[in-house]
């Protein structure tokens, strides 16, 4: 970072803040990663890369709806995908898609995010992009347990899990552990879903997640 900052290049500073939003972003701290996210939007516009502006502000918009800034989200969601329409980039659209797929899920519109989760999931796989389809996939099955679909969410994050594991990615393996145990939890499958908990919770301690540790507490305390 500050081997950028000395030689005055907003791009290559634009991709150390967006690296470390997401690092802040696995960990749950979105407030950490829209400030940071916000700097790299600066940098990128300022570097006129609209490209990087419009994946950037889908990022930012995706931290906005997970703080419950929902207007501030919509408004960065609709201008993101509006230019990577402008820009063709299928790979941008489908970012955007997955992002209006976390606001509508914070808007406890279940049915509408799994639907736009589908359809980024979908987009994502055209374009080779198993990161982002991993992604896509782990908020569809999310959502599909919320609306009670539990073999479906079973089937899809089960998906979302295999492409994490190829990636080589313990964060996605532990947010899908952690979102099978909650399926299981809700069907009444006590035993399995505190395997499934614990399971993320091991990964999460591993690396330190305080918030991801705190909420994999919370239900296994639940679970009794």
Do not use: C, H
């Given at each position: 970072?500050?081997?950028?900052?000395?030689?005055?290049?907003?791009?290559?500073?634009?991709?150390?803040?967006?690296?470390?939003?997401?690092?802040?972003?696995i960990e749950g701290d979105w407030?950490?990663?829209?400030?940071?996210?916000?700097?790299?939007?600066?940098?990128?516009?300022?570097?006129q890369d609209p490209?990087?502006?419009?994946?950037?502000?889908?990022?930012?918009?995706?931290?906005?709806?997970?703080?419950g800034r929902f207007d501030e989200a919509r408004e960065d969601l609709d201008d993101a995908?509006?230019?990577?329409?402008?820009l063709n980039s299928r790979q941008g659209i489908a970012n955007g898609l997955r992002a209006l797929g976390v606001l509508h899920y914070q808007l406890d519109?279940?049915?509408?995010?799994?639907?736009y989760a589908r359809e980024a999931a979908a987009a994502f796989f055209e374009t080779g992009t198993r990161g982002g389809a991993a992604i896509s996939l782990q908020l569809q099955g999310?959502?599909?347990?919320?609306?009670?679909?539990?073999?479906?969410a079973r089937d899809v994050l089960s998906q979302s899990h295999a492409l994490f594991e190829e990636m080589g990615a313990p964060w996605g393996t532990a947010d899908v552990r952690f979102e099978e145990g909650r399926a299981a939890a809700l069907d009444g499958r006590t035993d399995e879903a505190r395997r499934l908990v614990q399971e993320a919770l091991d990964v999460w301690t591993e690396m330190g997640a305080e918030?991801?540790?705190?909420?994999c507490r919370e239900l296994l305390e639940e679970l009794g």
């Open positions: 970072m500050e081997l950028y900052a000395s030689l005055g290049e907003p791009r290559g500073q634009a991709v150390a803040y967006n690296n470390m939003a997401w690092a802040a972003s407030e950490s990663a829209e400030a940071l996210w916000d700097r790299s939007l600066t940098l990128r516009e300022k570097a490209r990087g502006s419009a994946f950037i502000r889908s990022y930012r918009g995706t931290a906005r709806a997970m703080l995908v509006s230019r990577q329409e402008e519109d279940f049915a509408l995010a799994e639907e999310r959502a599909l347990v919320d609306l009670g679909r539990f073999e479906e918030r991801k540790i705190d909420g």
